[in-house]
């Protein structure tokens, strides 16, 4: 399955259809299962429930596949009737009268696998200028569990309003602002976390709610896990949730009717997902601006050359100046001559392979180097690994 190519939705929803170990996770095993693949903390780093084989997915496609499993576990458990595609589209659309930016041109659209592949494409904030997003180490959405928690009330009531997206966004928004800013000293995690929050606001309701707003609401049982888990995201520093720290998460799990031991078990759940995944994720990383586009550039151009290995292939052997070119970089620089026609020769094959666009975007061409040493890495790899056998 590619995640980053058509038909990927059907092929993920064929794989997992007979996985009944998934489908019949108790809510809480299941929220739980969210949080060790970093779903709920806005750093995917692994599948939920391990139900699908990670073929190396990248963290933009870890979090379309995630919150298309989590809408898969919702629809299955409270709303068996509805075609599950139809339902999650009808979802979005009926949250796009609040929000018309969310899906700008889609309205209206014929109701498809392809329309939700597209919706989640926009859904799942990536920025959208090539260079940014390699220096923005590919900040991915944190508050992308909101869309679960709304779509749980969507399937239930078979309505939702503007008010309850926009005060559950607020109450996360309120609790998380007066934790950092309580903070003398703020930490690289500290404000990194802020630019993340920042970044995944979505509703942005004109009505800042107060932290005594906040806790006279009524919650289901994944909202309250979900404020406490917000809360121990932004108290997590220098690698610990102090005592000072501990009471007043206790303090805000008494006010959400919230046991001790599930706030016990959100501070051991964060200190270990951290501190096994800190080299993973973007906001615990000490690498400086030029590390993290080299880093993440390299894994983007590895994974496009390893699905694209055989047109590749195919393309490179008939390019055959290309190809001596090619090989005198691999023991001596080129001219200035000889690699303004390795750029002018790569860019013509890039564009036979849609896949490899990316590369004569504006700004592409600072990618061309590392393109060109992984060429010799190129592996066999499926063509269409989205065709769902019949």
Known sequence: MNPSANGWIKKLLKEISNNKDYSTLSEIDFYNALKLSGFIYGSNISIIHNCIENKEFTEEELSKINLILAFYFIHHNYNKTDDFINSVITF???????????????????ISAGLLETMINKRVYIDDNLITKNFKYFITNALLFIDIIAYQKFVTSNTISDSYLKDLESGIETIVSQILDAKKNKTKYDEGLIKLFESSLRYQSDHILTYAEIVERPYTA??????IDMACMAFWSDKIIDLDEQKKL????????????????SIDDINAFYTLNKDKIAILSSNNMIQSFYKNSSKMVSKLIKRNSKRLLNELRESKELMVLLTKSTTRPLTDEEQKKVQEQLIDIMKSIPSLAIFILPGGAILLPLFVKFIPRLLPSAFDENRIEE
């Open 92 to 110: 979005y659309n009926t949250i796009d009268n609040y929000k018309s930016s969310f899906f700008e041109g889609l309205l209206g659209k014929k």
């Open 250 to 265: 206790i303090r805000l799990g008494n006010d959400l009717q919230v046991s001790q031991k599930i706030i016990s078990k």
């Open 222 to 227: 994944l909202e309250k896990y979900y404020l």
